[in-house]
């Protein structure tokens, strides 16, 4: 139980298009659904919280123009990140959870890479 | 000062040996803990939860978990070379507020 997918899995894109990514928790329903980014051996960044039906939290420093965040079901949150630049590429990974102490499931992960 | 702190490594231990990992966090209202596994360019996965104070067993995974020293570390018995890997803490706050720490790099040496 408790699985998330991502797709893609690897995107590559021209700088200035814009990427959808996203995010299912296949066999639970998510209450919030959190976005990550990693660089390369770097720690994980929290970039922003959604729950279901209400607009994204973003943490500090993180654009919500340039990273738009949809959590329109309880099983699926996207994010689109927009006119993408070469300083984008990274690992982009969601986590899903049921509620506020349960515990946080990744999904595998999306690899992007702006030329 | 930082919701939540590990040391960032790298820890070594031989092959068969207990790797200790630790992790210390500032909110004492905390609940839930946890412990994922992440491996190089793969997204963390989940090893264990602990929820309150003693030791919780999971196969050759321990956790223990100390809330009056807010204070939680993850044991592994018989170290293999499969567990080289980041071993990331986390907590989850009383204000609902999921905090990592920045992950133990933990190599076990055959």
């Known amino acids: 139980g408790a699985v998330v997918s991502q797709h893609p899995s690897w995107v590559i894109c021209k700088s200035g298009t814009s990427v959808k990514i996203e995010c299912r928790s296949l066999d639970f329903q998510a209450t919030t659904m959190f976005w990550y980014r990693q660089f390369p051996k770097q720690s994980l960044m929290l970039m922003a919280t959604s729950n279901e039906g209400s607009k994204a939290t973003y943490e500090q420093g993180v654009e919500k123009d340039k990273f738009l965040i949809n959590h329109a079901s309880l099983t699926l949150s996207t994010l689109t990140v927009t006119s993408a630049h070469p300083e984008d590429s990274s690992f982009y990974i969601c986590?899903?959870?049921?509620?506020?102490?349960?515990?946080?499931?990744f999904g595998p992960g999306t690899r992007l890479l702006v030329l | 000062q930082k919701e939540v702190e590990q040391n960032s490594g790298p820890l070594s231990v031989p092959e068969g040996a207990i790797a200790s990992l630790n992790c210390t966090y500032s909110?004492?209202?905390?609940?839930?803990f946890f412990w994922y596994r992440q491996y190089s360019g793969k997204s963390p996965e989940l090893i264990m939860s602990i929820y309150s104070n003693g030791d919780k067993e999971d196969g050759r995974f321990t956790a223990q978990l100390n809330k009056a020293s807010q204070y939680v570390s993850l044991l592994i018995r018989d170290s293999q070379p499969s567990d080289s890997a980041t071993y990331l803490c986390?907590?989850?706050?009383?204000?609902?507020?999921?905090?990592f720490g920045t992950g133990t790099s933990l190599t076990v040496i055959p």
């Open positions: 909110d004492r209202g905390s609940q839930s």
């Open positions: 986590s899903a959870r049921t509620g506020v102490r349960e515990t946080q499931y």
């Open positions: 986390a907590v989850n706050s009383a204000g609902n507020q999921f905090y």
